[in-house]
């Protein structure tokens, strides 16, 4: 099965409030999952790779073989890629566990999108901020 995974992290201050949120979309564009979690404090690069983690771990929950990942954190997409180093030693274990979930993936890709290409997932992202206070 083929999905398509946006997800999206939120930090009001950094670090501040933050919450990760992600969609799943199927092959046909329609909404298979919509995760959000509040973070508590964090930094925007922490609720990133959280955002990217819940959205991964629905993914293979689902029984998702086919992944295209779509973030508008660059960070968090060259990382991934192995293009860029990591540096910051408490975001080190979340890229840990996202590289370990995506290589579950028999076919995947990560790509770096616009800001405007990621509301679904900015919105939800926000909504696990707001749903909290």
């Given at each position: 099965m083929r999905a398509v995974l946006y997800a999206d992290g939120a930090a009001r201050g950094n670090p501040g409030p933050a919450g990760a949120g992600a969609v799943l979309l199927d092959g046909d564009g329609r909404v298979m999952a919509e995760l959000t979690e509040y973070l508590g404090t964090a930094t925007n690069n922490?609720?990133?790779?959280?955002?990217?983690?819940l959205g991964l771990e629905e993914a293979r929950r689902l029984g998702i073989d086919?992944?295209?990942?779509?973030?508008?954190?660059?960070?968090?997409?060259?990382?991934?890629?192995?293009?860029?180093?990591?540096?910051?030693?408490?975001i080190r274990p979340l890229a840990l566990r996202a590289g370990a979930?995506?290589?579950?993936?028999?076919?995947?890709?990560?790509?770096?999108?616009?800001r405007e290409q990621n509301t679904l997932a900015d919105a939800l992202s926000n909504r696990a901020i707001e749903d909290v206070r």
């Open positions: 922490f609720a990133e790779y959280s955002a990217l983690i086919e992944l295209d990942i779509r973030m508008d954190s660059k960070l968090v997409v060259e990382q991934m890629r192995g293009l860029w180093r990591i540096k910051h030693p408490n979930l995506l290589a579950t993936f028999p076919k995947r890709s990560i790509c770096h999108v616009p």
